[in-house]
């Protein structure tokens, strides 16, 4: 079975104007596919065929001689992660179990934003934010180029992409704006909160 593109949880234009249409045009339907189509092409025919992604993943973290396969794996898969991330009218604080642990463990939530935001902003280049659980404590920790959390055994609750092509069309250069706007008006704290469940 070929990896396929996975559909978007919403409609192109429905986190705007936070995140536009156009941006997800081209962020899902031209970067995030070719990662998808790129994938297919380097396992068709060897041993990696008809693997689940996450297997795939797996199997070829830390081997520098599977390093396009690793790259583009992981990209489909935290491109995957990225959108579900999001939802039309999102943003805000969140409650319940979650909302306590993140005060809790950054101070407050405006304290866990701006350590985001700190760490987002502080990727050099391209890469990743997570908010992460590690053996039950969350962290924030941030991954270059196509890295992520889960080939480090721990689990991902949440994660903005800080590739340029994920916000230019929209923000320019201004990182630290994207990063807050998806915190004030795009993030879907209940996938957050299912994954911290599923974490513990």
């Given at each position: 079975m070929a990896f396929e593109l996975p559909p978007l949880p919403y409609a192109e234009d429905a986190?705007?104007?936070a995140y536009s249409a156009r941006?997800?045009?081209f962020h899902y339907g031209k970067h995030h596919k070719t990662y998808v189509d790129t994938l297919n092409k380097l396992v068709a025919d060897t041993d990696l065929a008809g693997k689940t992604l996450e297997d795939v993943i797996?199997?070829?973290?830390?081997?520098?001689?599977?390093?396009p396969v690793f790259n583009n794996a992981a990209q489909v898969w935290n491109h995957t992660f990225f959108w579900n991330g999001m939802?039309?009218?999102g943003g805000g604080a969140p409650d319940g179990e979650l909302g306590e642990k993140i005060a809790a463990t950054f101070?407050?939530?405006?304290?866990?934003?701006?350590?985001?935001?700190a760490a987002?902003?502080?990727?050099?280049?391209?890469g990743w934010a997570w908010l992460v659980a590690d053996n039950e404590e969350l962290k924030i920790v941030s991954t270059p180029n196509a890295e992520m959390p889960t080939a480090q055994g721990v689990k991902p609750l949440l994660v903005v992409d800080v590739w340029e092509h994920a916000y230019y069309?929209?923000?320019q250069n201004?990182?630290?704006?994207?990063t807050q706007t998806f915190f004030d008006k795009l993030v879907n704290w209940e996938f957050v909160a299912a994954n911290w469940a599923h974490a513990k």
């Open positions: 986190l705007e104007p941006t997800i045009s797996m199997a070829v973290a830390d081997k520098p001689e599977k390093q939802k039309p009218g101070g407050s939530y405006e304290q866990f934003v701006e350590a985001f935001k987002a902003v502080g990727r050099f280049g391209s069309l929209d923000y201004l990182r630290p704006v994207y």
